[in-house]
Each structure stands twice: as structure tokens, then as C-alpha cells.
């Protein structure tokens, strides 16, 4: 399998972590930072730059219309993610445009964050979670990947209970992304989330292999 990564050997190596709505993700990184390994969740970030970016709000609202911003006291305050959802659904000229402005911004805090990380010498490799690894190009950065996955019915039961919304709105968002097949050709390693307690071994077993693949290489 390809090593993606042109990051700079001051850096830590980056793990990229993907897999589609539902796949436990998060669940996986979450066992990553219990060993001590830091992560950065791209799609929280993503989330959070309408908030922190006046700009991309703005823009937002100039692209897609008022009905996606939140107005408090006159002042553009935040952006109505369901609203531009629902704007980006069935749009994909919208959506990669919106994807062109929102990904840069990401890409700033991840390398503040990764370059921070980097600084500890007990740091061998930084996890970057994100569901759209692939689809972004921001697997190139990744010296390996890893991607979840889990029978799409019990993805859309996780998914539509812990998001609180429909499992029809959750299977038309499956049918937007890659497929798992296409991600695990992709990835180098593949982590099954079907049984509830399967997780923990096989992320403690990749973390071995990583330990030993990618010693020495900060
Ligand atoms: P999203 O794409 O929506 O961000 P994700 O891929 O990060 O999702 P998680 O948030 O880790 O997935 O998992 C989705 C839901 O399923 C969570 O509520 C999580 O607690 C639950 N879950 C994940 N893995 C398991 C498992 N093996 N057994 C039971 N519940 C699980």
C-alpha cells in the first residue's frame, strides 16, 4: 500500500481515520486518545468555523440564501447547518464550493495543531479523524489510513439515534459518500465495528504496528 504522506520529517507522522455516518468513528479515536495518541476531529472543526470565521458566514448567506443564517440583535451570528444542509442536498456544484471555502480553514487549525503536537517527544504519531478523508484530498497528508466500518443497517440505527433524525435522512446521506468497499481499497488498515466489543483489540493491534512501522520517522 501507497505511504500518501508529503508531510516534513520535523512533523509527526499522520494516521488519517475515516469511515461513513454511523461506522464509530469517533468511538475508534476515542480509544486512541486513551492510549495517548492525540487526535483532531475534522469534522467537529469543519462544524465549528461558521462560528469563528465573520467571512465564511457571510458568504454563506451570499451563496445560499438568508434562511441559512442565524441572526441575533441585527448581527450575523452563526449559520443554520440544517438549512444548509438542505441547501447542499442535491447541489454538488453548491456543496464542492462550499467544501472549497470550509476545507482551507480546517487545514489552517490542523497544522497549528499538528505542528504543537509535533513539539512533544513522547508524540510518535497524531490520529486526524474525518468522514470525508478521501472525497476532501486530504488523505495525501496521511502516512496511513484507517477506515471503519460496520453493516450499513446497524450504521443507520447508531447514526439515527445518537443525531436524533430519521434513518431514511441517514441512508441518503450513506448513499452521498464513498462506499465502505471503495474506502477500505484505499485504506491500510480495515477495523469491523459490528460486534459491540470488537473495537479494542484491533485498534490496540494497528497501534502496534504503527509503533513499530513508524519509529524513528519525526
Ligand atoms: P458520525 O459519522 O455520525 O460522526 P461516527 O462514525 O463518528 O459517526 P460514532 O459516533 O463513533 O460514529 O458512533 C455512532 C454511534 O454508535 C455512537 O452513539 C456510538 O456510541 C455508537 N457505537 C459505535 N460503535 C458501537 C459499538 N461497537 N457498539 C455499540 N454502539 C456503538
Known amino acids: 500500500m501507497d505511504d500518501f504522506s508529503t508531510r516534513s520529517t520535523e512533523l509527526s507522522p499522520v494516521i488519517g481515520l475515516t469511515g461513513g455516518i454511523g461506522s464509530g468513528k469517533s468511538t475508534v479515536a476515542k480509544i486512541f486518545q486513551s492510549l495517548g ?11 465549528s468555523c461558521y462560528r469563528r470565521h465573520p467571512e465564511l458566514r457571510n458568504w454563506v448567506v451570499a451563496t445560499f440564501g438568508q434562511a441559512c ?9 452563526d449559520i443554520n447547518r440544517a438549512a444548509l444542509a438542505s441547501a447542499v442536498f442535491d447541489n454538488p456544484t453548491g456543496l464542492n464550493a462550499l467544501n472549497a471555502e470550509v476545507h482551507p480553514l ?14 512533544h517527544p513522547s508524540v510518535e504519531y497524531v490520529v486526524r479523524e474525518a468522514a470525508i478523508l478521501f472525497e476532501s484530498g486530504t488523505h495525501v497528508d496521511c502516512a496511513r489510513i484507517i477506515t471503519v466500518q460496520a453493516d450499513e443497517d446497524l450504521r443507520v440505527h447508531r447514526a ?23 474506502r477500505a481499497q484505499h485504506a491500510h488498515f480495515a477495523l469491523d465495528n459490528n460486534a459491540e466489543n470488537a473495537l479494542l483489540p484491533q485498534v490496540l493491534q494497528v497501534h502496534e504496528r504503527l509503533l513499530k512501522e513508524l519509529s524513528g520517522r519525526k
Do not use: C, M
Open 160 to 182: 439515527a439515534h445518537r443525531l436524533g433524525v430519521a434513518p431514511d435522512e441517514i441512508r441518503n446521506r450513506i448513499q452521498r459518500q464513498w462506499t465502505d468497499k471503495k
Open 106 to 119: 480546517v487545514q489552517l487549525d490542523f497544522n497549528r495543531w499538528h505542528a504543537q503536537q509535533s513539539r
Open 37 to 47: 495518541v492525540p487526535t483532531f476531529n475534522a469534522d467537529e472543526v469543519a462544524k
Open 69 to 77: 443564517g442565524v441572526v441575533e440583535n441585527g448581527s450575523l451570528i
